[in-house]
């Protein structure tokens, strides 16, 4: 089975300071699309980030970038400059058969004032 | 633009019902797909539709259907309701299988 794993069930850090969401991931594909998505307590799933792997530039969204290991099938999320709205759940997924998304069980990151 | 919506947000059923939850997708998406989240099994694909044809399914019973419309926009049934349906089924659309998938608010089932 192709799974994507987050082994950090909770996480937390202080607003303004960086924290970094691990994620890794089981593919046999060359080519394919990662995502991280934040679920805050509203439940809205909200799309963060991107990353293309046949591209070699790590993606960067504002205060979120990545680090994108493709030999290792890491892929993590760093966030800077944490903020009180960044606290919420985050999943990190891998797009599989062209359109399906397999995601990882979650990471609650909560930023404490 | 507006963002994908679901209908309704809230519902509740009787074991052995059948319920039917809609989406609307974002203007110009033809890809939707359903998710189911729930605390034990997290978030697990149901299905894509795309163009009005049902492209991917995910290893749920035949209980779970779908079906899309020449809009767009999709629904998607569950039939003979057991207590472990009780979740929150989100609908996501993209403009292709490549693209990032936008989600709706999410409709929350409760069976009793």
Request: net charge positive; charged share 15%.
């Given at each position: 089975?192709?799974?994507v794993?987050?082994?950090?069930p909770?996480?937390?850090?202080?607003?303004?300071?960086?924290?970094t969401?691990s994620?890794?991931?089981?593919?046999?594909?060359?080519?394919?699309?990662?995502?991280?998505?934040k679920?805050?307590?509203s439940?809205?799933?909200?799309?963060?980030?991107?990353?293309?792997?046949?591209?070699?530039?790590?993606?960067?969204?504002?205060?979120?970038?990545?680090?994108?290991?493709?030999?290792?099938?890491?892929?993590?999320?760093?966030?800077?400059?944490?903020?009180?709205?960044?606290?919420?759940?985050?999943?990190?997924?891998?797009?599989?058969?062209?359109s399906?998304?397999?995601?990882?069980?979650?990471?609650?990151?909560?930023?404490?004032? | 633009?507006?963002?994908?919506?679901?209908?309704?947000?809230?519902?509740?059923?009787?074991r052995?019902?059948?319920v039917?939850?809609?989406?609307?997708?974002?203007?110009?998406?033809?890809?939707?797909?359903?998710y189911?989240?729930?605390?034990?099994?997290?978030?697990?694909?149901?299905?894509?539709?795309?163009?009005?044809?049902?492209?991917?399914?995910?290893?749920?019973?035949?209980?779970?259907?779908?079906?899309?419309?020449?809009?767009?926009?999709?629904?998607?049934?569950?039939?003979?309701?057991?207590?472990?349906?009780?979740?929150?089924y989100?609908?996501?659309?993209?403009?292709?299988?490549?693209?990032?998938?936008?989600?709706?608010?999410?409709?929350r089932?409760?069976?009793?």
């Amino acid at each position: 089975a192709q799974t994507v794993t987050q082994s950090q069930p909770e996480m937390s850090v202080q607003e303004a300071e960086t924290v970094t969401l691990s994620c890794t991931y089981d593919t046999s594909e060359s080519n394919y699309y990662l995502f991280w998505y934040k679920q805050p307590p509203s439940r809205q799933m909200i799309l963060v980030i991107r990353q293309e792997a046949y591209k070699q530039q790590n993606a960067t969204e504002n205060r979120f970038s990545v680090n994108f290991q493709k030999a290792a099938k890491s892929f993590s999320l760093k966030i800077s400059d944490s903020q009180l709205g960044d606290t919420a759940m985050y999943f990190c997924a891998r797009e599989t058969s062209g359109s399906r998304l397999t995601f990882g069980e979650g990471t609650q990151l909560t930023v404490n004032p | 633009k507006a963002g994908v919506t679901q209908t309704p947000r809230y519902l509740i059923k009787t074991r052995g019902q059948q319920v039917t939850l809609s989406c609307s997708p974002i203007s110009g998406h033809r890809s939707v797909s359903w998710y189911q989240q729930t605390p034990g099994q997290g978030l697990q694909f149901l299905f894509e539709y795309f163009s009005e044809t049902q492209r991917n399914k995910g290893n749920f019973p035949g209980r779970f259907s779908g079906r899309q419309f020449s809009n767009s926009r999709s629904e998607m049934n569950v039939s003979t309701l057991e207590l472990g349906d009780s979740a929150l089924y989100l609908c996501a659309s993209s403009q292709d299988s490549t693209y990032e998938q936008y989600f709706g608010p999410g409709t929350r089932l409760t069976v009793t």
